[in-house]
């Protein structure tokens, strides 16, 4: 019996190793799938699997109940000061209100400010996380507003330039992550080829305006890029109109920009909403405190109430996480 035990003992350990050389493979060659179920594909920690999460689900959501889906959302602007950083934190506080995790990633590589809007100084970010000094849950930082984030890496101008092994190394940190409803990743403005492949490969991607005239054509010239880049992507583009006088105001601003979109780039473009033009947003700025909290029941805080309801209602397809997305930038790079 004692035999047999040992010989049964020995089998599995040969199916346990066999299994993991298998899924390492996988996700070395897999550009466009889902996480590697939790196992890293790289060296150096690449032996490490990973715990599971409070949901009871490892990353990469792969268990008996089934696929685990997060939600990456992309919030970008034609141009800066237009309340993108704005909308991506308190839209993140606004879906943690509906019971949801949410993870905001600082993807501004240059002028990194989430942490700033939220009076926090954060002493690790991306970067030391892509040169393998700190793992995504070191640097993952709680606030108190029930939403965590992750500091962007400033300095660091593109992240398509790290060699296979950072890459692969980077995107099983980043399948740490999957136990999170959602992940909203706030880019920099502007077209700079990091912002257009957030765009490209994230689930939703939100574009940011204001009524004025700036503002309008700068977004209408992203838009134009992605069109022209992203042609035979199948993208699902939303519009947000910051700091409107009025419903119809927002609207007309939207209608103007969907039909031009629709005419002449002939890109599908949905109007998500409107944000008013609040007082309570300038002074939760100079206060580096989301006007969520300040103030729950003004009007800008109800907007973007709207917004993540309607977000959290709308279909999500079938997602491969914040790993399969980045597969997709590097894919590309």
Known sequence: ???????????????KNTQNASVQEMSRNDKYGGSASGINAGGGRGSRQQEPSAGGSTAGGNLAGGKKKTRIITITSGKGGVGKTNLSVNMAIAFSRLGKKVVVMDADLGLANVNVLLKMLPDYNLYHVIKRQKTIREI?????????IIAGASGFSQIVNMNEQERLDFIDELDTLSYADIIIIDTSAGVSPNVLDFIAAADDAIIITTPEPTAIADAYSIIKIIATEYDTI???????VNRAKSASEAKNVADRMINIAGQYLYLKMDYLGFIYDDTTVHTSVRQQKPFMVIDPKCRASICIQHLAERMDKSKLADSGGIGAMFRKIFSRS
């Open 140 to 148: 993952l930082v709680e606030t108190e507003y029930g939403i965590s």
């Open 234 to 240: 199948n993208l699902d583009l939303k519009l947000v």
């Open 1 to 15: 019996m004692e035999d047999q035990a040992e010989k049964l003992r020995e089998i599995m350990r040969q199916r």
